[in-house]
């Protein structure tokens, strides 16, 4: 699949949290979209991914 | 030729006239918020909607478009009157209140677009994921990583969906401090964004 542009291989049924979790992201702090749509915040947990899924991340930091 | 007209002398052609006719939402009036708000004001939108729950304390000074005289004020307030002190023709509409999910598609939706311009990054993933959950084909332009003073040209204009674009470099958090210079420099990629999705010159760049 494409994460942020950048291929990559991900373990068959990983949900959007476990990627999140595994690679580091603060899910609060984080926004996903899924071939282009958003995923809400209160699914990352049931929405799973695979190998042709392209996902956006983005990571939030403070400051504005 | 009235004082409005007058300001577009400079302005590329047709720029003036397209944000005449639009309006834009303004999420926070901080740093990015406020800077944008002036931007967009000289750039010749015709209707703001200003929404923030703050007041203007000194320590805003260093990056944000207000001054000594604005201390304690609402934020949304005294942005209106420096937005109405550079062109009164346009319409601005103030909310002092805290946006979250539930008030967010009612204050913004007579809006062409929206900036995110809030400090903490809970808040910005939330108008974000709000927006384009409750708001479909909206436009959004968000901010992440204009914190320090490391290079702006890192920062850049990132499109992450149809109508979403994040501007910042993405790291640069509060940790190191904001100071005015990038923070303006990330309000005027926003800015710039904004006008170009208006023109309807960049709406696929």
């Known amino acids: 699949m494409k994460v942020n542009g950048e291929n990559e291989s991900i373990a068959g049924g990983m949900t959007v949290k476990e990627y999140l979790d595994g690679r580091g992201y603060d899910a609060s702090k984080s926004a996903v979209l899924l071939n282009g749509k958003v995923v809400p915040r209160a699914e990352f947990g049931s929405v799973t991914l695979s190998d042709g899924d392209s996902m956006e991340i983005v990571s939030f930091v403070g400051g504005g | ?205």
């Open chain 2, 1 to 205: 030729m009235g004082i409005s007209e007058d300001i577009s002398a400079r302005s590329p052609p047709g720029v003036f006239e397209a944000l005449r006719r639009s309006g834009a939402g303004i999420a926070g009036c901080g740093g990015l918020g406020s800077n944008i708000a002036v931007m967009m004001a000289r750039s010749g939108i015709g209707r703001l909607v200003l929404a923030d729950f703050d007041r203007v304390e000194i320590g805003n000074l260093n990056r944000q478009r207000y001054d000594l005289d604005d201390i304690g004020k609402p934020k949304a307030e005294a942005l209106k009157e420096a937005i109405l002190s550079i062109d009164p023709g346009i319409t601005v509409e103030t909310y002092d209140v805290v946006l979250d999910r539930s008030n967010i598609k009612e204050i913004f939706s007579g809006c062409d677009i929206i900036f995110e311009a809030f400090d903490s990054p809970e808040a910005k993933s939330m108008i974000l994921e709000a927006v384009l959950s409750d708001m479909p084909g909206k436009p959004i332009i968000c901010g992440n990583g204009m914190g320090g003073i490391s290079d702006p040209s890192l920062m850049s204009t990132r499109k992450i969906a149809e109508n979403a674009y994040v501007c910042g470099d993405g790291v640069s958090g509060m940790d190191s401090g904001l100071c005015a210079p990038r923070v303006c420099i990330c309000a005027g990629l926003m800015a710039n964004k904004a006008i170009q999705i208006l023109t309807g010159s960049g709406k696929n760049v």
